[in-house]
């Protein structure tokens, strides 16, 4: 039998928070956006791996990292105190053709709905237009009525059902124009 080392330094609930008695309710101007650094990925696969659909499907810290670590030059950090807050993976082709590909978005749950995830989509919504696209493209989860409406309520039209080659399961494949 081989044993695995673990390093006991990394937990996935061990990522540190901002301190919330000194932020404002909206924190959408305190949300600063960089490429992640090594430690940002750890934060991020954190993040990843404690939100929804893939802490449900069972995805550990280490699948989140080697995932993300794939996406590494598409994603873009959120932060505020310097400390990761969220973040988005935006990629210049996707399932549109000709429109950028949003495969991301995660926000910490306790600073949702105090304009993270609007900071963070404006932020996509420029990268793309950096990349010279016109459309934003992104799928999610029909069962998921915050995300949609969340998208629904930022421009996002419902544009096909699809099934999800990984879970087998139904998305709404959604774009708006830029």
């Given amino acids: 039998m081989t044993m ?31 490429s992640p650094t090594d430690e940002d990925m750890a934060s991020v696969a954190a993040l990843r791996a404690n939100s929804d659909p893939w802490k449900s499907r069972g995805e550990t810290l280490e699948d989140s990292l080697k995932s993300l ?60 237009r950096d990349m010279y696209r016109k459309t934003i493209a992104l799928r999610v989860d029909p069962a998921n009525a915050p995300a949609v409406s969340f998208y629904r309520n930022a421009g996002f039209t419902t544009v096909a059902t699809v099934v999800s080659k990984k879970s087998g399961k139904l998305r709404l494949l959604m774009s708006r124009e830029l």
């Fill in 69 to 128: 670590t794939a996406l590494r030059p598409f994603v873009h950090v959120a932060k505020v105190q310097n400390q990761v807050v969220g973040y988005v993976t935006i990629e210049r082709d996707g399932p549109v053709p000709g429109a950028a590909y949003m495969r991301n978005i995660v926000v910490k749950p306790e600073l949702r709905r105090r304009g993270v995830g609007m900071a963070v989509l404006n932020h996509a919504l420029q990268t793309a």
């Fill in 4 to 34: 695995k080392r673990v390093d006991p330094g990394v937990e996935v609930g061990a990522m540190p928070v901002p301190d919330m008695a000194n932020l404002p309710n909206d924190l959408a101007p305190a949300v600063k956006f960089s």
